[in-house]
């Protein structure tokens, strides 16, 4: 089985909670939704286009949070619409929380995930078309983000592994990922 690894790394990331509508708080690594954006991205594929050609029965991704991260929250000012006269900001300003992930020292760390991506029998056109992108030098087509637009990532140390496999069952594995809990 062949196996795509590349780290994303970015100063600052944000994972919205989709089920938090009032608040934005953040999952601490990105989700599988995510990770399917930034595949799209790499290949190029226009938004809202990929999402069966990228699903779990062609691809499985994993991911690992590689560095430390810390959570904080910072208030930001949107403008208070009650109606649609108010988009001129007559009604003035309202604070709302937004939940950032960084590194321990924001000047000198930072946020670190190593993606894990492995075809699946009818996922091989797409799986090669990404290791083509990704390990060819020519990039990732669109510009890449750790969740929202302006915290932007670089991929780094991309490498394809020919020859995946897991050792005997009494053999004790190391493989850092993440799994919910």
């Known amino acids: 089985m062949q196996?795509?690894?590349?780290?994303?790394?970015?100063?600052?990331?944000?994972f919205r909670k989709y089920y938090a509508n009032n608040t934005a708080m953040s999952f601490s690594v990105p989700p599988r939704t995510?990770?399917?954006?930034?595949?799209a991205a790499i290949l190029g594929l226009p938004?809202?286009?990929?999402?069966?050609?990228?699903a779990s029965e062609h691809l499985r991704l994993g991911v690992g949070l590689r560095t430390p991260i810390k959570k904080g929250f910072h208030r930001l000012n949107f403008l208070k619409v009650e109606s649609s006269r108010d988009l001129d900001g007559s009604k003035g300003r309202i604070q709302l929380p937004f939940e950032v992930i960084t590194g321990h020292d924001l000047a000198r760390d930072m946020v670190h995930y190593r993606v894990y991506v492995a075809?699946?029998?009818?996922?091989e056109v797409v799986f090669q078309q990404l290791v083509e992108r990704v390990?060819?030098?020519?990039?990732?087509h669109f510009a890449l983000s750790l969740g929202a637009a302006s915290f932007t990532a670089s991929l780094l140390d991309?490498?394809?592994h020919e020859?995946?496999?897991?050792?005997?069952?009494?053999?004790v594995q190391a493989f850092h990922s993440t799994v919910p809990t």
Do not use: C, N
């Not at 020859?163 to 053999?171: D, K, M």
């Open 135 to 140: 390990l060819g030098g020519s990039g990732p």
């Open 163 to 171: 020859q995946a496999r897991i050792g005997s069952s009494e053999q």
């Open 47 to 54: 938004r809202d286009s990929y999402y069966e050609q990228l």
């Open 158 to 160: 991309a490498q394809l």
């Open 3 to 14: 196996v795509l690894t590349f780290d994303l790394v970015g100063k600052m990331a944000h």
């Open 119 to 123: 075809p699946t029998p009818t996922g």
């Open 34 to 39: 995510t990770l399917m954006g930034v595949l």
